[in-house]
């Protein structure tokens, strides 16, 4: 990932290209299937750079940053749509 390419996905201007990644995509990148979200375009690069720096921690921080703020963000949709199922029903916990 360049550098513009990682400055415009982490303003959320990212290009239509970076589509989330196909099953065979992750099948081959031997993805788990707890990592197979809609995140997983990012991950498999990123697993690649960690492969080939050998998972030194100041390696690949772009790939790093940008996945981890594509979690980030699938965390804020989940938590405003249990926001906003819970304020249908009330209130009210689903448990």
Same mark, same amino acid.
């Given at each position: 990932?360049?550098?513009? $390419?990682?400055?415009?996905s982490?303003?959320?201007?990212?290009?239509?290209?970076?589509?989330?990644?196909?099953?065979?995509?992750?099948?081959?990148?031997?993805?788990?299937?707890?990592?197979?979200?809609?995140?997983?375009? /990012? /991950?498999?690069?990123?697993?690649?750079?960690?492969?080939?720096?050998?998972?030194?921690?100041w &390696?690949?921080?772009?790939?790093?940053?940008?996945?981890? &703020?594509?979690?980030?963000? $699938?965390? &804020? &949709?989940r938590?405003?749509?249990?926001? $906003? /199922?819970?304020?249908?029903?009330?209130?009210?916990?689903?448990?």
């Open positions: 990932m360049t550098v513009t $390419e990682a400055v415009k982490a303003v959320g201007l990212s290009d239509p290209a970076s589509a989330p990644a196909s099953r065979e995509a992750m099948s081959e990148a031997r993805l788990p299937l707890a990592y197979r979200d809609s995140c997983a375009n /990012l /991950l498999i690069p990123l697993n690649r750079c960690r492969y080939e720096e050998y998972y030194l921690p &390696k690949c921080e772009t790939e790093r940053h940008s996945y981890e &703020k594509c979690q980030y963000e $699938e965390f &804020k &949709k938590v405003a749509k249990m926001d $906003e /199922l819970r304020a249908a029903k009330g209130g009210q916990r689903s448990n």
